[in-house]
């Protein structure tokens, strides 16, 4: 197990180099080669599961080795709860989506498989880094193959929504790498002496006052909301998702989009505790006004491709909500749902492409009464559908219950008007299966449309089985996660007391502080 989350990491980097030397008329044999690479990785990454530790915060599968000491840089890899599953998700996905892409992609098959698989590298490199160089680097490499995936095999626009993308992520990209500058070069490793960029060693080291806070969660936090999308910065979003192909819209759904409620979970809030605390109000809105404003602007879409596009701006608010409830329900259905986010979305967006390859339209009007012509496809859909709209015993039910629940405790009035978001989530998912499903055939391209292939089924059958043990078991998934959550909301609530510091003149008039009013004495600073 020693270099088990190295193997992970760049076993697809291993597959890449090989695709690259096939030749490109051998488009079955590049496929078998992507297809295989991907799913022994998600069969190894199982080994992550099987074999983490129950109940510890402590990261397992820890690698660490000197990269440029000179420099403080290590390449130093580790997982913990909070990044388990997201690494599982990763693993499970991609080779779903060059399955997916077995019929869809016939131009620069080769490419494309090698665009894929690189993507898989900066996306569990993400997750499993302990070094925040490292981390950046991982973070950036993601970008490329994204940018060609989109800006290649893309829809009429892909130029303008590829761009779009690269340049929204490379701003908020940039203020990280300042942030992460000024941690560098203001953090000494006790061991050496030096400078580091070790994101344990800057965790027990860090203990800058609240104004510097606030500017380093800023910085990070801008990043990370970009990438979610938070509102207002989601403007990317809808172009990218419409424009990419089927497996870079799962992808881009399913995983590059948990990325940055990632980065608040594991960055933001252990790092700038007191800031965090700060921040509350601020985030809880947007993330209140992102649950509104996605599913209103989803009710009033005719393409199924963009309607499921700004579902996952109401959906990440959900997260986003629960991750600043910063109390263990919160946090935890926050964790779950962007596992539950990533299966029923990804899989809604394979629901479109299925479709969409036979008709080659993605129009809502375009279709209805499909139900009669291809009946499997109908099951699917309505179990994907009443994932997403948060059925019990299906996975969404869990992450949304928990989140409310969580944010009940910690605002009523937030968890009353984030609850609507699940009323509207109802009127928009079923307003569109109604519209598909149900009715006459008033389309004669629609009469004889084939119901799934063997390939499709084996992409939907994984997708189903995990949103029903989400939603049946969920203890499975929980267990692990909540002792690392336990942990970040420990180093939350510690620093909660003195969030609030400011110094407060010689005085003896009585001051309003924790609920009453008190007289200092002149010498006491807050």
Not at 64 to 77: A, K, Q, T, V
Not at 463 to 471: C, D, E, R
Request: charged letters at 10%; glycine letters at 8%; one cysteine or more.
């Amino acid at each position: 197990m020693s270099n088990l989350l190295s193997i992970v990491t760049l076993l697809p980097l291993l597959g890449a180099i090989i695709i690259m030397f096939l030749p490109k008329e051998g488009k079955n044999a590049i496929r078998s080669v992507a297809f295989t690479v991907t799913v022994l990785d998600f069969l190894i990454s199982l080994a992550l599961f099987f074999n983490f530790e129950i109940p510890t915060t402590a990261m397992q599968f820890v690698e660490c080795y000197d990269w440029i000491p000179s420099l403080g840089i290590s390449y130093h890899l580790g997982i913990d709860g909070i990044s388990l599953f997201l690494v599982l998700l990763t693993t499970f996905l991609t080779p779903l989506c060059v399955l997916g892409s077995w019929k869809s992609i016939q131009e620069r098959v080769k490419e494309f498989m090698f665009f894929m698989l690189f993507l898989e590298v900066g996306m569990v490199g993400v997750f499993v880094s302990l070094d925040l160089f490292l981390f950046y680097v991982f973070w950036e490499v993601m970008l490329v193959p994204m940018y060609f995936l989109i800006g290649i095999w893309g829809g009429p626009r892909r130029i303008y929504a590829a761009v779009k993308f690269f340049l929204f992520t490379m701003f908020g990209s940039v203020l990280m790498l300042v942030a992460i500058l000024f941690l560098y070069f203001n953090i000494t490793d006790p061991a050496t002496g030096r400078h580091t960029f070790d994101l344990m060693v800057v965790m027990s080291q860090i203990n800058f006052p609240l104004n510097v806070q606030m500017w380093l969660f800023g910085a990070f936090a801008l990043a990370f909301a970009i990438k979610v999308p938070m509102f207002p910065f989601h403007t990317w979003l809808p172009d990218a998702h419409v424009e990419a192909p089927t497996a870079g819209s799962v992808i881009l759904a399913g995983v590059l989009l948990k990325m940055g409620t990632y980065g608040f979970l594991r960055f933001c809030l252990p790092l700038f505790p007191k800031a965090a605390v700060e921040y509350v109000p601020l985030i809880s809105v947007l993330a209140i006004i992102g649950i509104i404003y996605g599913a209103l602007v989803s009710l009033v879409q005719k393409d199924m491709k963009k309607l499921v596009a700004f579902s996952s701006v109401s959906h990440l608010g959900f997260v986003m909500l629960g991750l600043f409830a910063l109390n263990i329900n919160g946090v935890s259905g926050g964790l779950i749902q962007m596992i539950n986010h990533g299966l029923s979305t990804g899989a809604l967006f394979f629901i479109v492409g299925v479709v969409y390859d036979r008709r080659h339209t993605r129009m809502i009007a375009d279709y209805g009464g499909l139900a009669k012509v291809m009946p499997v496809y109908f099951t699917v859909f309505m179990i994907v559908t009443l994932s997403s709209i948060g059925l019990p015993g299906l996975n969404g039910f869990v992450g949304e219950f928990l989140i409310l629940v969580g944010t009940f405790q910690a605002n009523i009035a937030y968890a009353v008007v984030a609850a609507t978001g699940v009323i509207l989530a109802a009127c928009y998912m079923l307003w569109m299966f109604q519209r598909v499903m149900f009715g006459k055939v008033t389309h004669a391209e629609n009469e004889k449309l084939p119901d799934l292939s063997l390939r499709e089924k084996m992409i939907f059958l994984p997708i189903l089985v995990m949103i029903i043990w989400i939603g049946v078991y969920p203890a499975t998934f929980l267990k692990r996660m909540e002792p690392s959550v336990a942990h970040v909301i420990e180093i939350v609530k510690s620093s909660e007391t003195t969030a609030h510091e400011t110094l407060m003149p010689s005085t003896k008039l009585p001051v309003w502080a924790d609920g009453c009013w008190i007289i200092a004495p002149e010498d006491r600073t807050w």
